[in-house]
C-alpha cells in the first residue's frame, strides 16, 4: 500500500512560519491527488490544501488561503506546506493524503492514503 510520511511539526509562537514535509512511496500510477488535513482535539477533521499533480492546480481552506502554499516535488515524490504567519488556531495534527482516482477534493472522504500526522502547536 502507499505509505505517507510526514516531518516538520513543531511548536512555535504566532507569526511564525513552519514548513511540512510529506514523502510518498509504495504507488504504481503517476498522477495523484495529494493534501494536507487538519484535526485539532475536539474538532471535526478539515481540509487544509490539495494538489492536482497532473496539472499543479490547488485548493485552500479560506481559513488558511494567503498564508499556506502546498506544493510538490515530483522527483523527490515529496509534498510540501510552506505555513506563514501562523495563528494559535493553526494549532493541530496535520496529516498527508494521497488519492489515485478523480476529484482532487478539499473533502476527507476523496483521499484514500492518510500518513500518520505531525504536531504543529502555535502560541
Known amino acids: 500500500h502507499v505509505q505517507l510520511v510526514e516531518s516538520g511539526g513543531a511548536s512555535v509562537q504566532a507569526g511564525e512560519s513552519l514548513r511540512l514535509s510529506c514523502v510518498a512511496s509504495?504507488?504504481?500510477?503517476?498522477?495523484?491527488?495529494m493534501g494536507w488535513f487538519r484535526q485539532a482535539p475536539g474538532k471535526e477533521r478539515e481540509g487544509v490544501a490539495v494538489?492536482?499533480?497532473?496539472?499543479?492546480?490547488?485548493k485552500y481552506a479560506d481559513s488558511v488561503k494567503g498564508r499556506f502554499t502546498i506544493s510538490k516535488d515530483n522527483a523527490k515524490n515529496t509534498l510540501y506546506l510552506q505555513m506563514n504567519t501562523l495563528k494559535p488556531e493553526d494549532s493541530a495534527t496535520y496529516y498527508c493524503?494521497?488519492?489515485?482516482?478523480?476529484?482532487?477534493?478539499?473533502?476527507?472522504?476523496?483521499?484514500?492514503?492518510w500518513g500518520q500526522g505531525t504536531q504543529v502547536t502555535v502560541s
Open positions: 509504495g504507488y504504481t500510477y503517476a498522477r495523484m491527488c
Open positions: 493524503t494521497a488519492s489515485f482516482w478523480s476529484g482532487c477534493s478539499l473533502a476527507a472522504g476523496y483521499h484514500k492514503y
Open positions: 494538489i492536482d499533480s497532473d496539472d499543479g492546480s490547488t
